[in-house]
């Protein structure tokens, strides 16, 4: 099947809570929905990304992690938004090394840990993105709005951050994301454009 959880198309639209299990084994993605509860389960093995959660959900302390985007010329997103809002990412461990091949030998699958992307719709604001740890991707974060859409508010809070990405921590485009509290996983220093990341609002959130 190309979804092991689809909320959006099916079930009429959600109001779905998931704990203390394991998805796996998606042509596609392994979860695609809104109005989601997912805590502390596993995610891997999956034909693109491990998560299209669009709209007020809450997904804590889960694990994602490779083999992700094992169908052919697929890359893989722990979390790919392109329309949503009032979503909060909480607590979750996005295990995705760039350059470290996975189960199946692969390498180059894995894109970001979040690609947060108002380019099929509107992002609506009140998207966090709180105390997880991220390794991986091209660029751990992405955030962006094309094509007229708009995205109102994200944050980046509190955040550990591996070394295992292809080119850096955050990219953004036409849409930056209020970013504090964020360092490094293995030297507990704070996040700087000078130590390879990028300068945040603000070191320490209030």
């Known amino acids: 099947q190309w979804y092991c959880l689809d909320t959006q198309s099916k079930w009429g639209g959600g109001n779905i809570t998931v704990e203390d299990g394991e998805i796996f084994g998606a042509k596609g993605a392994l979860v695609y929905g809104s109005n989601l509860v997912m805590r502390r ?5 999956a034909g693109t990304d491990a998560m299209k959660v669009q709209r007020n959900s809450l997904i804590e302390e889960n694990w994602i992690h490779h083999p992700l985007g094992i169908k052919p010329n697929a890359h893989a997103d722990g979390e790919q938004m392109r329309s949503g809002g009032n979503s909060s990412f909480i607590c979750n461990n996005f295990d995705m090394p760039a350059n470290v091949p996975d189960s199946t030998g ?10 947060m992307a108002a380019e099929a719709g509107d992002i609506t604001g009140n998207i966090k993105m709180e105390g997880n740890w ?12 094309k094509y007229g859409y708009t995205f109102n508010k994200a944050e980046i809070k509190n955040t550990k951050f591996g070394r295992d990405y292809r080119y850096g921590l955050l990219s953004t485009s036409n849409f930056s994301p209020y970013t504090c509290g964020n360092v490094w996983e293995d030297t ?6 000078a130590n390879g990341g990028w300068d945040q609002d603000d070191d320490v959130c209030s």
């Open 41 to 45: 389960v596993e995610m891997h093995t």
């Open 106 to 115: 692969a390498t180059g699958k894995s894109n970001a840990c979040f690609i």
């Open 134 to 145: 991220c390794n991986g991707g091209n660029y751990a974060f992405y955030t962006s709005q």
């Open 188 to 193: 507990g220093d704070t996040i700087t454009k």
